[in-house]
């Protein structure tokens, strides 16, 4: 099957200009950044970003045929879109040499900063779970691992940890959210609920976006790099952990592209939104994440609509009608004729279009 899946699942060209076009962006843009702030090449964020991109790449190229040999292909739902059929076999849990080799660096770089290796922990706290849930599921031999409500739990218990490690080393200035216009929304005892939701929210909504090649690793590491630029003039260390573990997802792509070679897996797509929810709680942007999280915020609320949609509808019978054709909605748009590198293409535009809208009303 393996053997079959690689012939078949050659390389795409648009797959390929689609990374090009999105290293291109990102290096650009940082670049700017650099040149902006007037750092050095030493100090610069373009040098920790290119080292995290290239490493993670190249590692892949060792990682992906070890993941081959310890036979972690993904299984593939029945009911999705025919095409991803194909996809049988490919290996997943790319996670695995993305996550740790981006938040190590972050640390490194960062000079061991301890928000930089609290974000760190948060962010490999749900590597560890996703890990576990995508184990489970290559060891049941099917698309399930851990039970939704044992997964939540344990999103929750790390999500405490962090906020009770937040308001311990940030004091109650941490509880207050900066919205537009200059205006501080101070939530008090509040504060817990909406940051332990904002964790919860962001890993889920980035692991239901992880479900096309390139898509929730380029997205995401556009989401980083932007929230790099809105807070590096407050909090550069905790900036330069974010172009670490930026570079890292985008020299994962360079292996995930259409058609990809290994999926990230639940190992690093809910590390991903841990590291988004952590850094824009610390640094008080929930409001600015929020915006830059346009896309996995859509993402989610289209699985929600789906199924509320579902129950509201049911007959006598127990059938209800759906409101896409599949959820999330990237695959409602395959099902409606999208090639998978049209869907990618657009929502790399979007999130740079909302990364714009982010450094607006930062």
Known sequence: ????????????????????????????????????TGRSLMTSLLLPFLVSTALVAAIGYRAIPLLKQLKMGQFIREDGPQAHLQKAGTPTMGGVFVVPVGALLGIIWSQFSPDAIAVAATSLGYF????????????????????????????????????????????????????????????????????????????????????????????????????????????????????????????????????????????????????????????????????LSGIFAVESLSVIAQVGYYKATKDAEGKGKRLFKMAPIHHHLELSGWKETQVVGLFYAIEVLLVLIGLAIK
Not at 2 to 21: C, F
Not at 211 to 232: E, R
């Open 1 to 36: 099957m393996e053997g079959k899946s690689a012939s078949v699942r050659g390389l795409n060209p648009t797959g390929t200009v689609l990374l090009i076009l999105l290293g291109t962006v990102l290096t650009g843009s940082i670049l700017w950044l650099d040149w902006q």
């Open 128 to 291: 560890a779970i996703g890990g576990v849930d995508d184990w489970k599921s290559l060891s049941n031999r099917q698309n399930e691992g851990l039970t939704p409500r044992g997964k939540l739990l344990l999103q929750t218990a790390i999500a405490i940890a962090f906020c009770a490690w937040a308001l311990y080393s940030r004091g109650s200035e941490i509880t207050n959210v900066h919205l537009p216009f200059n205006i501080v929304l101070p939530l008090g005892f509040l504060f817990w609920g909406l940051a332990v939701f904002t964790l919860l929210a962001e890993s889920n909504a980035t692991n239901l976006t992880d479900g096309v090649d390139g898509l929730a690793g380029g997205t995401g590491a556009i989401a980083l790099a932007g929230l790099a630029a809105i807070i590096l003039p407050k909090e550069p260390q905790l900036a330069i952990f974010c172009i670490c573990l930026s570079g890292s997802y985008l020299g994962f792509v360079v292996h995930n592209r259409n058609k990809a070679k290994v999926f990230m897996g639940d190992t690093g797509s809910l590390a991903l939104g841990g590291a988004l929810g952590a850094v824009g709680i610390l640094t008080e942007n929930i409001w600015v994440l929020l915006v």
